[in-house]
């Protein structure tokens, strides 16, 4: 299975992003996984440009850091692919892509609070991994590990109520049992900024607060609880996400 063969599966019209290290766009034929760490948007995009302006349709949901942050769901995947040592990326293909961004939006936030991925992991433009290529991060059991497909079942794919249904359940639950006992945070060091604004964000809103209200709260968490703050653009976008 070669990136490329990966990327026209999930993508039959040929309009994903993908990218290395550099996050620059790379045409899938001139995909190099020898030592290179690769990327693809789990959307379809317009102009080869990976933002919201430029979305066309949620073509896959993916779980992120499974066996390690996260829980290992029940559904079964389309692929999986692991990432580092003992973690993996669960990757459910869309039977029919989303093309409402705010449907799509919607599911990745009940993804975030199903627990079952990363709690940073947000974004309709949001990169994963490509089943061929290396970690690359700056660590000793990371940087030359090779990823790699453990599983590939192309044919098993969802609707998008499927995914609500299943993720969504999952969120209520785990919104019910975490935020009865969530407190906010005195607190946040630089390596846990989007984990915890993503979660704090989500607690107020579940508290019934506007948006308006949010987006204030949330500018001051960020100046006031951050060890370093976190850019203006991020925090709108983790504020836009759920």
């Not at 990218?19 to 995009?45: E, G, M, T, W």
């Not at 991060?137 to 794919?157: R, Y």
Request: glycine share 4%.
């Amino acid at each position: 299975m070669t990136n490329e063969e990966f990327l026209r599966t999930i993508f039959p019209n040929n309009n994903s992003f993908q990218c290395d290290q550099r996050f620059r766009y790379i045409q899938p034929s001139k995909l190099n996984p020898h030592n290179n760490a690769l990327y693809y948007a789990i959307c379809a995009v317009t102009e080869q440009t990976r933002k919201n302006d430029n979305f066309i349709s949620l073509n896959v949901l993916v779980c992120d850091d499974v066996g390690t942050k996260a829980e290992t769901p029940s559904l079964p995947p389309s692929y999986i692919i692991e990432s580092s040592p003992n973690n993996f990326q669960y990757g459910y293909i869309l039977t029919t892509p989303e093309t409402d961004i705010n449907k799509a939006k919607a599911l990745i936030t009940h993804l975030i609070n199903s627990g079952y991925t990363d709690a940073a992991a947000h974004g309709v433009v949001r990169l994963v991994r490509l089943p061929s290529g290396i970690n690359g991060k700056n660590e000793p059991d990371k940087k030359d590990f090779e990823v790699h497909l453990t599983h590939w079942d192309p044919g098993t794919t969802y609707s998008y109520q499927e995914l609500t249904s299943f993720f969504g359940i999952a969120s209520k639950s785990s919104k019910q049992s975490s935020q009865a006992n969530y407190e906010i945070p005195t607190h946040i060091p630089d390596g846990q900024r989007n984990s915890e604004l993503t979660k704090l964000c989500g607690y107020l809103f579940s508290q019934g607060y506007t948006l308006v209200e949010v987006s204030a709260l949330m500018y001051t968490y960020n100046n006031t609880l951050c060890e370093t703050p976190i850019p203006q653009e991020e925090l709108q976008a983790i504020i836009s996400s759920i």
